[in-house]
RNA sequence: GGAGAGAUGGCAGAGUGGUAAUGCAGCGGAUUGCUAAUCCGUGAACCCGAUUGGGUUCCCAGGGUUCGAGUCCCUGUCUCUCCGCCA
């Protein structure tokens, strides 16, 4: 979220950014509204320090046991004025909020200007795409041949975009994550956490879910929301706060299911576990100062891709443009990887620079030791990776003709030893 | 689910209607000198002002009573204790 003196001070660039959104400037009604409500505070502010001294004055008088009378009766007038005056200042501050809450981070410079996803611009292609001297099958394909990968059943108890993997597959999933998990703080320096999946409405407009995009989330009737990405526990566990300098960076992992409506999606990936209403997903979340957000952003981007480099999976990382960039980023890399069933490159990480849009949304700030005041944290997040959309690479890349799996050698371990999972499950 | 207690600055902790004690830590300064002690100063957000500066708000949140609320009333959130239930 823009923090209105940032607007008044910057219009132009604040329009600019809106304008790179496909959005109209909004500076002028912004700036227009701000000027009307320091005006009330002031006033306001004024009324306030009147009816202070009267208060003093009547307590004084009080206690030398003489009459207070017409002070108290100057007190009652100001205080009518006063309530239509603050009534002023909060409806002029909610509709500020109001306004601001629901406008999108802008670009970073480097961002390229484009509509859509067709305009993401490749930064880099790592990996051969893997070549077959037989026809590669669809991973549901393989899962369901294999025996270990149950999409009737899944219908049968939760309805479509739902999956139940079994015995091998089960276990491969977990192997996958725990990799990963062990690769991010092992050797990346982020620390494994276990957080909740059910969240306040205060965590979601946090990270920004809310309020623009309820329906991409599940609700439950006590008025919980299901995470759609373990990003908003991570990230939130700075709001509210201010660190110390000395305390940044921290850098937070999880493995977490995912819930996610894919209201928008009727159609779309119907078949397979590529899009589905749960999903397991290692997340990375970053808290960092100002001046070195571009670097961990560079950073968190390298630690996703490396988990596709020893598994083995060729890829390409994409800078999203304008048009396809999120709601509270500043900057995004798609990481996506090659499936030889489908012939192309699927995401299966996002990694986003939000820089302290978040952190004005959650109020989280650190503050360096002998300064005055306090600054706005940066805050980063990727994913590293999902597990799910892994699986599906895993099992694309590894196929042999005969429809076993081979098991990436650095999940060997984590499988107890199983370096193939045979074509009879 | 039942009963009770509580929420005050980075931390600890007073304050039951008159405008937020005190201690510790951190930071700045002074002084004395030897691994430290002592003393002084120092909360946050926001508004006005060209600067020195002035002001408002903030005791979990939101309402209410009052000339005046940390303190009284109502609603909510969270924490703790005991009981019940439970993976």
Redesign the pocket.
């Known amino acids: 979220m823009f923090?209105?003196?940032w607007i008044r001070e910057n219009p132009e660039v604040f329009d600019k950014g809106m304008k790179r959104r496909g959005l109209e400037p909004l500076s002028e009604q912004i700036i227009d509204l701000?000027?009307r409500h320091?005006?009330a505070?002031?006033d306001?502010?004024?009324m306030?320090?009147r009816?202070?001294?009267?208060?003093?004055k009547?307590?004084f008088l009080?206690?030398e046991g003489e009459d207070?009378e017409i002070?108290?009766h100057e007190?009652?007038a100001i205080?009518r004025s006063m309530?239509e005056t603050e009534e002023i200042v909060?409806t002029l501050s909610d509709e500020i909020e109001d306004l601001l809450i629901e406008i999108p981070n802008t670009p970073d410079e480097d961002v390229p200007d484009g509509e859509d996803e067709e305009d993401n611009v490749e930064v880099r292609k790592v990996g051969e795409p893997k070549t077959f001297d037989f026809k590669p099958k669809l991973h549901d394909e393989l899962g369901v041949s294999l025996g270990l990968m149950d999409f009737e059943n899944a219908a049968k108890i939760s309805g479509s975009r739902f999956v139940i993997l079994k015995g091998a597959l089960a276990r491969l999933e977990k192997a996958l994550a725990r990799f990963m998990l062990d690769t991010h703080t092992d050797e990346n320096g982020f620390t494994e956490m276990y957080t909740p999946v059910l969240v306040?409405d205060e965590a979601m407009y946090g990270t920004g879910q809310l309020p623009k995009f309820a329906s991409e989330s599940f609700k439950t009737e006590n008025g919980y929301w299901l995470i759609s990405t373990s990003e908003i526990t991570l990230a939130n566990m700075a709001a509210n706060h201010?660190s110390k300098e000395s305390e940044l960076p921290m850098r937070f992992c999880a493995y977490s299911q995912c819930f996610r409506s894919e209201a928008g999606a009727a159609g779309k990936d119907t078949r397979g576990m590529m899009r589905q209403h749960q999903f397991g997903k290692v997340e990375l979340v970053s808290i960092v100062k100002p001046e070195d957000s571009k670097a961990e952003h560079e950073k968190i981007t390298k630690c996703a891709e490396e988990i596709l480099e020893k598994l083995g999976l060729a890829y390409r990382t994409v800078v999203l443009c304008t048009g396809d960039l999120g709601f509270g980023s500043h900057k995004t890399y798609d990481i996506e990887v090659w499936l030889p069933g489908e012939k192309r490159y699927r995401e299966i990480s996002s990694c986003s620079n939000c820089g302290d849009f978040q952190s004005h949304r959650m109020n989280a700030?650190f503050?360096t030791?002998?300064?005055?005041?306090?600054k706005y944290v940066h805050t980063l997040n990727g994913s590293g990776l999902a597990v799910g959309r892994t699986l599906i690479a895993v099992l694309e890349n590894y196929q042999r003709e005969d429809g076993s799996i081979e098991i990436p050698k650095v999940l060997v371990p984590y499988m107890g030893g199983m370096e193939v999972i045979p074509a009879n499950g």
């Open positions: 923090d209105v003196k701000d000027i320091r005006t505070l002031t306001l502010q004024e306030q320090k009816r202070n001294e009267l208060s003093k009547i307590s009080k206690k207070a002070q108290i007190v009652g205080k309530s909060s306040k201010v700030r503050k030791d002998g300064v005055k005041g306090s």
